[in-house]
T-cell receptor, first 111, second 118 residues
Framework: AQSVTQLDSQVPVFEEAPVELRCNYS??????LFWYVQYPNQGLQLLLK??????LVKGINGFEAEFNKSQTSFHLRKPSVHISDTAEYFC?????????FGAGTTVTVRA | GAVVSQHPSWVICKSGTSVKIECRSL??????MFWYRQFPKQSLMLMAT?????????EQGVEKDKFLINHASLTLSTLTVTSAHPEDSSFYIC??????????????FGPGTRLTVL
């Protein structure tokens, strides 16, 4: 079975500051890794994904994530956040096309 | 591209009635769609996998007779909550996997349907 742990439930951050959202996963098989963002009362939007190849993955809206196999981590980063980045962020693993989500991290960006 | 729509976006119904939610892939074909449930301030929980032309596969603990899924075409899956009760109130989100594209590993999500049962 696969599982995902998001280590921070809430992350407050000031505008234009960097942010890192931590994600660790557990799996006995190779999996794909994803980060999704959810704005209030909306569905999920794909930020980025890791399938294979380069461990540094760049996504939309200036986000990037690094896959670390030895630490089973897939942390999400953005060097400078905007007010509009206020949202819920979910890390997920995919195996056999099924997604397992972490509990989510609420990012609140303040001016 | 890869747009998924859901209808309705919100619905209020009386206890004991049935509610149907539609999930459509607008610009791609999806042999597989997924239905999730999300409670406030919580993560998404996979309810079932909807397969075009065959029966849905339900996750453990999900009542298949209560949550009826029909995937009648390559672009449409429906979830019917039968005899709804207040505890069924939730945010239901569907996703679809592009079966013909280059990213068959990626699920594209609909905007969700807020169900409130009175």
């Amino acid at each position: 079975a696969q599982s995902v742990t998001q280590l921070d439930s809430q992350v407050p951050v000031f505008e234009e500051a960097p942010v890192e959202l931590r994600c660790n996963y557990s799996s006995s098989v190779s999996v794909y890794l994803f980060w999704y963002v959810q704005y209030p009362n909306q569905g999920l939007q794909l930020l980025l994904k890791y399938l294979s190849g380069s461990t540094l993955v760049k996504g939309i809206n200036g986000f990037e994530a690094e896959f670390n196999k030895s630490q089973t981590s897939f942390h999400l980063r953005k060097p400078s956040v905007h007010i509009s980045d206020t949202a819920e962020y979910f890390c997920a693993v995919s195996y056999d096309y099924k997604l397992s989500f972490g509990a989510g991290t609420t990012v609140t960006v303040r001016a | 591209g890869a747009v998924v729509s859901q209808h309705p976006s919100w619905v209020i119904c009386k206890s004991g009635t049935s509610v149907k939610i539609e999930c459509r892939s607008l610009d791609f074909q999806a042999t597989t769609m997924f239905w999730y449930r999300q409670f406030p301030k919580q993560s998404l929980m996979l309810m079932a996998t909807s397969n075009e032309g065959s029966k849905a596969t339900y996750e453990q603990g999900v009542e298949k007779d209560k949550f009826l899924i029909n995937h009648a075409s390559l672009t449409l899956s429906t979830l019917t909550v039968t005899s709804a009760h207040p505890e069924d109130s939730s945010f239901y989100i569907c996703s679809a996997r592009d079966s013909g594209g280059a990213s068959t590993d990626t699920q594209y999500f609909g905007p969700g349907t807020r169900l409130t049962v009175l």
